[in-house]
């Protein structure tokens, strides 16, 4: 016998009292010399900022290497496990305090990014690029010209401002992962 599958379901607004933690947004400690803030700001399709988002990240340390540290929610003030998770603000604003990312492999430094939102079926992927010379990059050069400035983060006084478009102008440009 088959069953029918089971009908999608939203992913929040319920993720704000089961997901955050103790440290989530802070990968590495204040006072830390190598400490960046990756921050922007979630719009939806009219471009109102989203209050209620979970934003969450991966990256490679200032190395280019990918962390295989375990205990990826844990926070001992020194081990980098190059994860982290922020809730918006009630202005759509989101922070994380970090490394800045070296190259991985062919593609150019970048953070790694998973959006959970009111009314989404499925978390969106996509990535937040630094900026600098793409050439190289296999995924970035592969996205329409006039879409890749969407994955591009822009360098500020702290870091990275990479604000995120759920649909729209300027929508932002999410990665097919493949049935969940």
Do not use: K
Not at 34 to 57: N, Q
Not at 72 to 97: E, I, K, N, P, V
Request: glycine share 12%.
């Amino acid at each position: 016998m088959t069953l029918p599958p089971t009908p999608g379901q939203t992913v929040g607004p319920f993720f704000h009292y089961a997901l955050p933690y103790d440290g989530d947004s802070d990968l590495v400690p204040s006072g830390h010399s190598g400490r960046i803030r990756l921050h922007g700001t979630v719009f939806d399709g009219e471009g109102t900022p989203v209050p209620d988002a979970l934003i969450e990240i991966w990256q490679a340390d200032e190395q280019g290497n990918r962390i295989a540290e375990t205990g990826s929610l844990h926070r001992d003030g020194f081990t980098f496990t190059g994860f982290g998770r922020a809730q918006t603000d009630r202005t759509g604003r989101y922070t994380f305090s970090t490394l800045t990312p070296g190259a991985v492999d062919d593609a150019r430094p970048f953070f790694a990014v998973c959006v959970f939102a009111r009314g989404l079926l499925d978390r969106l992927l996509t990535r937040a690029y630094l900026p600098g010379d793409f050439a190289d990059d296999a995924l970035l050069t592969s996205v329409d010209a006039e879409r890749r400035s969407s994955l591009i983060a822009v360098a500020d006084d702290a870091g990275f401002r990479f604000d995120i478009r759920l649909q729209g102008e300027n929508e932002t440009v999410f990665l097919d992962h493949g049935p969940a």
